[in-house]
């Protein structure tokens, strides 16, 4: 009776351990199965994320191509200064002073002059003689003078800068200049406002960040993508 009654304890007692074992081999695969999820979980949230700052990007650079679209690149295809040349000056002389207003607050409005410069120069590629104007906006502003400051209370100051730009073009006789071959405008321009440089340079940053928008909505569908495969192999192992 005795060895029967030990038999049957000790086959309880090894049951109970490996009840035990189960239910400490059944905490672990819980725990980790709970790491795998919160796992997922954040990666799943770290995408979200990354698409919708890769979509934003992308969003952004649209609407600065659609700015630049109709701001530099349509005033860059308008300009008919396409040519470049060099200009020898000829004459540089203030010949008047023209009226202009500036702003002394709100809704006040008082009346200056500043000089006009004319500036005549000989294009070298064509042999024409031209007046200079300083870029687009001055051309549009005053044809007639080389370059049209911003108005201020103080004449002379607006006169003596524009003394010393004459003085300047004295110096140099030669300088670079743009003229339009279709010769539908008689003047030139020193600079271009809207150049290819000027065009290149607004065209670079959004080109940026549509790349790198792209870039990061593919690497993350490419992790995604990844992510399953190396899930079906380990499928296929078991």
């Not at 006040?108 to 005549?120: D, G, H, N, V």
């Amino acid at each position: 009776m005795f060895f029967v009654a030990g038999a049957k304890s000790g086959g309880g007692s090894g049951g109970g351990s490996g009840g035990e074992r189960r239910s400490i081999y059944q905490k672990i695969r819980e725990v980790d199965v709970l790491d795998k999820k919160k796992t997922v979980t954040a990666l799943s949230a770290g995408e979200d994320r990354a698409m919708f700052l890769g979509l934003g990007m992308i969003l952004s650079s649209v609407m600065m191509y659609f700015v630049l679209c109709i701001t530099v690149l349509r005033s860059y295809a308008d300009s008919v200064w396409t040519e470049e040349s060099v200009c020898i000056v000829l004459n540089s002389t203030i010949v008047a002073d023209v009226n202009c207003s500036y702003s002394c607050g709100s809704d006040c409005w008082r009346a200056s002059k500043y000089p006009c410069l004319q500036i005549y120069v000989s294009v070298n590629s064509t042999g024409r003689v031209s007046l200079l104007s300083h870029n687009e906006e001055t051309q549009e502003a005053n044809s007639e003078c080389f370059y049209v400051p911003k108005c201020q209370k103080d004449s002379s100051a607006m006169h003596a800068m524009t003394v010393n730009i004459s003085e300047r073009l004295k110096v140099h006789q030669q300088v670079p200049c743009y003229y339009d071959p279709g010769e539908q405008q008689g003047s030139v321009l020193l600079s271009r406002l809207y150049g290819p440089s000027t065009v290149f340079h607004s065209l670079f940053w959004p080109s940026c960040m549509l790349t790198g928008g792209t870039l990061i909505i593919f690497m993350v569908k490419l992790t995604q993508y990844l992510s399953i495969l190396s899930e079906e192999i380990g499928k296929i192992k078991r």
